[in-house]
Nanobody, 121 residues
Framework: QVQLVESGGGLVQAGGSLRLSCAAS?????????MGWYRQAPGKQRELVAR??????NYADSVKGRFTISRDNAKNTVYLQMNTLKPEDTAVYYC???????????????WGQGTQVTVSS
């Protein structure tokens, strides 16, 4: 299992910055676990914002150049630095861990509880 605890959301004005943190733990978490941030705005589907793997990072087009995902393996923590925030970035942000299940031979997804980010215009 993997447990994820997010923090760092809040209310910020357009153009401002926030940093989200996601602390991971559990028997199936390792430095090879793929970590990501997703978001879900009211009335919309959950979408991938950024992902980090051993091979690098990838971002949604809407956040490229503004958001940065990183991880501190010593702290088992993943971060999402969000700069130049826009009102359309308003959403609940979820931390995701994708860990391989050796018993079922598949990848399992784990989710945090979500943290609200609100950007005012």
């Amino acid at each position: 299992q993997v447990q994820l605890v997010e923090s760092g959301g809040g209310l910020v004005q357009a153009g401002g910055s926030l940093r989200l943190s996601c602390a991971a733990s559990g028997s199936r978490f390792s430095i090879n676990t793929i970590m990501g941030w997703y978001r879900q705005a009211p009335g919309k589907q959950r979408e991938l914002v950024a992902r980090i793997t051993s091979g690098g990072t990838n971002y949604a087009d809407s956040v490229k150049g503004r958001f940065t995902i990183s991880r501190d393996n010593a702290k088992n923590t993943v971060y999402l630095q969000m700069n130049t925030l826009k009102p359309e970035d308003t959403a609940v942000y979820y931390c995701n861990a994708r860990a391989f299940n050796p018993f079922l031979f598949r990848d399992d997804d784990y989710w945090g509880q979500g943290t609200q980010v609100t950007v005012s215009s």
